[in-house]
C-alpha cells in the first residue's frame, strides 16, 4: 500500500499539470462567454423550420444543413435556402461551414428576393469555395459582383444617377465592381487562406453594421467594405445560404446564430 502512494505522490504533480492544460483559464471562459452574449441561434439542428429552398438541394443531415448537388441534379442558376424569419439591418452573424473540394457557396446577407426564381438572392454574399480562391470575399450576388477580394478595405463611392441590372455592366471588369476604391489591406490574400481549414470545418462571422460590412474566417477579418452607395447599398434583407452553379459538391452548415446590433 505504501509503495502504491509513493507512486501516486510522484505522479500527483504531474496530474495536476494535466487537469490545468486540460481545462482552459477562468479569462478563457469568461472572453468565450462575453463573445457569444447576445446571439441566439436561427437553425434548430433538427429540421428547416423557418427556412425555404428547394428540397432536392437542402436537407437537414446529422445536425447539420446539408447542401448538396449530385451528377442527376446539376442546377442551372445558384439557389439558396432562405431564412423566411426576418430581414436583419445591423446585426452579427455566425455560423460554422465545410465544404467539399469542388464545392462553391456563400453566406447572403441584406438580400432581396428574385422575382425570376422562387429561390434565387440578390445581395451581400461572404463568399466561400472549396479551393479557397475567395473564401471571405464580399461578393454582390446578382449586383455589382465582387466588392473587396479577400485582404482588401474598400470603399464604395456614390453613384451619380440610378441604373438599371443591365447598366452596371459598364461599371464591372473581370467580375469585380471597378469604381471600389481600395483604401487599405488587411494582408497578403494567400497568406490570409492559411488560416482557412481545408475540407474541416470553419466558422465565419459576419458583421453588417450602418454602412460596414466584414467578413471574418475562424476569427481573422478577411474583407471589409463601406458602401456610401445609396442607390445600390442594401439596408436589411434576407440571410441566405448557398449551392453555386458547377460540379457535384457538399456544402454543411451548423451553429447558425444571430445577434442584432442598434439601428
Given at each position: ?21 486540460a ?60 431564412w ?15 465544404i ?130 445609396p ?26 446564430r444571430?445577434?442584432?446590433l442598434?439601428?
Amino acid at each position: 500500500m505504501q509503495r502504491h502512494l509513493r507512486g501516486i505522490g510522484r505522479l500527483l504533480p504531474l496530474l495536476i499539470l494535466m487537469a490545468r492544460i486540460a481545462q482552459p483559464a477562468v479569462g478563457e471562459v469568461g472572453a468565450d462567454r462575453a463573445a457569444e452574449a447576445g446571439f441566439t441561434s436561427i437553425f434548430d439542428g433538427k429540421s428547416l423550420a423557418g427556412w425555404s429552398g428547394d428540397p432536392v438541394y437542402w436537407r437537414v443531415e446529422d445536425g447539420h444543413i446539408l447542401g448538396e448537388i449530385t451528377p442527376e441534379t446539376l442546377v442551372k442558376r445558384n439557389t439558396f435556402l432562405i431564412w423566411e424569419k426576418d430581414q436583419p439591418a445591423n446585426f452579427e452573424l455566425k455560423l460554422d461551414y465545410r465544404i467539399t473540394a469542388r464545392g462553391n457557396s456563400g453566406v447572403n446577407y441584406r438580400s432581396a428576393r428574385m422575382d425570376d426564381h422562387p429561390y434565387a438572392l440578390t445581395g451581400y454574399q461572404s463568399d466561400i469555395d472549396g479551393q479557397n480562391r475567395h473564401t471571405g470575399s464580399n461578393y454582390e450576388e446578382r449586383g455589382r459582383t465582387t466588392l473587396a477580394y479577400r485582404g482588401q478595405k474598400t470603399i464604395l463611392p456614390p453613384l451619380q444617377a440610378p441604373l438599371e441590372a443591365d447598366g452596371l455592366k459598364r461599371f464591372i471588369e473581370k467580375n469585380a465592381w471597378t469604381l471600389a476604391i481600395v483604401a487599405g489591406s488587411l494582408g497578403d490574400k494567400d497568406a490570409l487562406a492559411t488560416h482557412v481549414h481545408d475540407g474541416d470545418w470553419n466558422e465565419v462571422h459576419v458583421i453588417a453594421d450602418g454602412h460596414q460590412l466584414q467578413h471574418f474566417v475562424n476569427g481573422v477579418l478577411m474583407s471589409e467594405v463601406t458602401d456610401y452607395d445609396p442607390l445600390n447599398a442594401r439596408a436589411s434583407g434576407y440571410i441566405g445560404v448557398q449551392v453555386h452553379v458547377g460540379p457535384p459538391m457538399k456544402v454543411e452548415y451548423r451553429n447558425i446564430r444571430l445577434k442584432r446590433l442598434a439601428d
